[in-house]
């Protein structure tokens, strides 16, 4: 499973990512993530129509971001994450 967040939450993530490998390895279960170097992501801008009730972008920002690629062989829960195998 691969997520993108904001680069300057990348730190935060990684310590919860890192709660989730301390449970893991206490129940048994293969756990493992990566995280991608920094790279530009564009994020949109949505607004509602007041007369369409359409949502329709307004604007497209660029945004600096990392991915994080998480290998779970089970299924973990701690501090409101839950990682599952498909």
Request: proline fraction near 3%.
């Amino acid at each position: 499973m691969t997520f993108t967040v904001y680069a300057e939450l990348a730190q935060e993530v990684s310590k919860k990512l890192d709660r989730l490998a301390k449970k893991a390895a206490g129940y048994g279960v293969p756990f493992s993530y990566t995280v991608s170097e920094e790279h530009p992501q564009g994020v949109a801008v949505r607004d509602v129509d007041p007369v369409t009730q359409a949502i329709q972008t307004v604007s497209v920002y660029t945004v600096a971001a990392v991915d994080f690629t998480v290998e779970c062989d089970g299924l973990i829960r701690t501090n409101g994450w839950t990682c599952a195998r498909k």
